[in-house]
Nanobody
Framework: QVEVVQSGGGLVQAGGSLRLSCAAS????????WAWYRQAPGGQREFVAA???????NYPDSVKGRFAISVDNTDNTMYLQMNNLKSEDTAVYYC???????????????WGQGTQVTVSS
């Protein structure tokens, strides 16, 4: 059983910063990728940040230079540091783990419960 718990988020003024955390516990296996997504009201879930096991990161242009994903391999925790927040960053944010239970095995995806980020202008 794998449990993924998010924390952080809340209300911040435009230009401010927030850090989201996400921790996975249980038999998650070997993590191949970490990611963050967000979903604004009435919108689809969109990609925000990703990191693969080799360390490479990827961001969409909308957050590049403002958001940063980091991980702590010792306890399967990931973070999303969000700086210079804008009103359009308002959304529910979800963390995402992709992991294999055995080498070369199937990729399993695990999601956090979501956390609200609201940026006031």
């Amino acid at each position: 059983q794998v449990e993924v718990v998010q924390s952080g988020g809340g209300l911040v003024q435009a230009g401010g910063s927030l850090r989201l955390s996400c921790a996975a516990s249980g038999s998650i296996g070997r993590i191949a990728g970490w990611a963050w997504y967000r979903q604004a009201p009435g919108g689809q879930r969109e990609f925000v940040a990703a990191r693969v096991s080799g360390g490479a990161t990827n961001y969409p242009d909308s957050v590049k230079g403002r958001f940063a994903i980091s991980v702590d391999n010792t306890d399967n925790t990931m973070y999303l540091q969000m700086n210079n927040l804008k009103s359009e960053d308002t959304a529910v944010y979800y963390c995402n783990y992709q992991a294999r239970r055995r080498p070369g095995g199937q990729i399993y995806t695990y999601w956090g419960q979501g956390t609200q980020v609201t940026v006031s202008s």
